[in-house]
């Protein structure tokens, strides 16, 4: 159960728009590394992860990912409101305005709209893991690509917030990580059950 605020964990507050640039930074809301992707990925996994911590790390920051998903919908929002004919034609943004005009939808920077291909679900905590820190440093790398073609004040400070939530992100899979190998010796937690009490303080 989710309780919504109506409130952005982070301010979004762009005043010139921008079509161009709302057409790359929609890869964040539905693109492989994307928030969408994010949120998803850690929502599900956390079903099978066995310890309930993690499963509550999984939870939150599956939940936060939301949050950003959030954000970076205002963004794209903000960057298309009130355009003209002749800056959809000039900003690169015709190709997205034909199809889905200026809605926000979960799509990549090139155009491949989101797909649940992009999670990854395995149900083994070593994997999951592995997976979660290297989709954190795929997520902080596209952020850090927007950076490279953002000009807007309004805009890097958003995508810097983002970009640091990711390292703060990838920083706690690599402690859960740590969990795991910790308590590997307790028993083979591939067969995890809870009524055997097999493993660790941590259950
Ligand atoms: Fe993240």
């Known amino acids: 159960m989710?309780?919504?605020?109506?409130?952005?964990?982070y301010p979004v507050k762009i005043a010139t728009p921008d079509p161009r640039?709302?057409?790359l930074i929609i890869s964040?809301?539905?693109?492989?590394?994307?928030e969408l992707s994010a949120s998803l990925r850690y929502l599900s996994q956390r079903f099978s992860m066995p310890y309930k911590e993690l499963k509550g790390l999984l939870t939150d920051i599956g939940t936060e990912e939301l949050g950003h998903l959030e954000i970076v919908g205002a963004m794209v929002h903000q960057l298309t409101r009130s355009l003209t004919h002749q800056?959809?034609?000039?900003?690169?943004f015709a190709p997205y305005f034909t199809d889905h005009g200026a809605g926000v939808y979960p799509q990549a920077a090139a155009g491949v709209p989101n797909t649940?291909?992009?999670l990854a679900v395995k149900g083994d905590p070593i994997t999951d893991l592995h997976e979660d820190l290297a989709a954190e440093q795929k997520a902080r790398?596209?952020?850090?690509n927007l950076l490279h073609q953002a000009d807007d004040p309004d805009v890097i400070d958003v995508l810097r917030y983002l970009r640091?939530?990711?390292?703060v992100?990838?920083?706690r899979f690599a402690e859960a990580l740590g969990i795991v190998q910790d308590n590997l010796n307790c028993k083979n937690f591939y067969a995890y059950n809870p009524s055997l009490n097999l493993c660790c303080p941590n259950q």
Do not use: C, N, W
């Open 2 to 9: 989710f309780v919504y605020e109506k409130e952005l964990q």
């Open 21 to 23: 640039m709302a057409s």
């Open 28 to 34: 964040q809301y539905g693109g492989p590394d994307g």
């Open 87 to 92: 800056e959809i034609m000039d900003g690169g």
């Open 116 to 118: 649940t291909a992009f």
């Open 141 to 144: 790398t596209t952020y850090e």
């Open 164 to 167: 640091e939530r990711e390292i």
């Open 169 to 171: 992100h990838y920083q």
